[in-house]
T-cell receptor, first 114, second 112 residues
Framework: GAVVSQHPSRVICKSGTSVKIECRSL??????MFWYRQFPKKSLMLMAT?????????EQGVEKDKFLINHASLTLSTLTVTSAHPEDSSFYIC??????????FGSGTRLTVV | GNSVTQMEGPVTLSEEAFLTINCTYT??????LFWYVQYPGEGLQLLLK?????DKGSNKGFEATYRKETTSFHLEKGSVQVSDSAVYFC???????????FGAGTILRVKS
């Protein structure tokens, strides 16, 4: 079946630095990917929709200059958290549309900003 | 707007007990409905889905029936196992959209 690989699974960074998270579709082409943020004991909050070859569409309230999304190829989307602060610590998950009503999720990235 | 409401957890059961996690939705048209499961420290996995009214999704002993008259998609399992301990998310996809709308998630804890 369709597999989405997300890397890294865990990252710890210092406050003020930037962190890049990658999301790759391994055996299919993903023209659309989604990025979510999950707070402890909370549901998934959709941050943005990433479309290959065009600018991402951000949900209301999400700072696009802070959460940079690049979808340069049909198999790779990246989320860069710029100038990270402790409040950006969270679990980030990507997903890709696999056709019809199919969505495949990455395994998530636990970001801790110290 | 579109929304999904799930029963609050955590739900704590003994092994082999019967499980029900309630899910109701609000949406225009005819959405597709999903249950996803998230094990600790992992992403989400599709558990089952139903794309039209009266459809029953099933997988790994879990079942859910798309009830349009009650706008519900309750998750059931006849006999839970410790390995079923996870967070369960109900979600919908609107007829003409491409964004999943998730419920808040329900933590299930199964004790041996």
């Amino acid at each position: 079946g369709a597999v989405v690989s997300q890397h890294p699974s865990r990252v710890i960074c210092k406050s003020g630095t930037s962190v890049k998270i990658e999301c790759r579709s391994l055996d299919f082409q993903a023209t659309t990917m989604f990025w979510y943020r999950q707070f402890p004991k909370k549901s998934l909050m959709l941050m943005a929709t990433s479309n290959e070859g065009s600018k991402a569409t951000y949900e209301q309230g999400v700072e696009k200059d802070k959460f940079l999304i690049n979808h340069a190829s049909l198999t790779l989307s990246t989320l860069t958290v710029t100038s990270a602060h402790p409040e950006d610590s969270s679990f980030y998950i990507c997903s890709a549309v696999t056709g019809g009503t199919g969505y495949t999720f990455g395994s998530g990235t636990r970001l801790t900003v110290v | 707007g579109n929304s999904v409401t799930q029963m609050e957890g955590p739900v704590t059961l003994s092994e082999e007990a019967f499980l029900t996690i309630n899910c109701t939705y609000t949406a225009t048209g005819y959405p597709s409905l999903f249950w996803y499961v998230q094990y600790p420290g992992e992403g989400l996995q599709l558990l089952l889905k139903a794309t039209k009214a009266d459809d029953k999704g099933s997988n790994k002993g879990f079942e859910a029936t798309y009830r349009k008259e009650t706008t519900s998609f309750h998750l059931e399992k006849g006999s839970v196992q410790v390995s079923d301990s996870a967070v369960y998310f109900c979600a919908l996809l609107t007829e003409y959209g491409n964004k999943l709308v998730f419920g808040a998630g329900t933590i299930l804890r199964v004790k041996s």
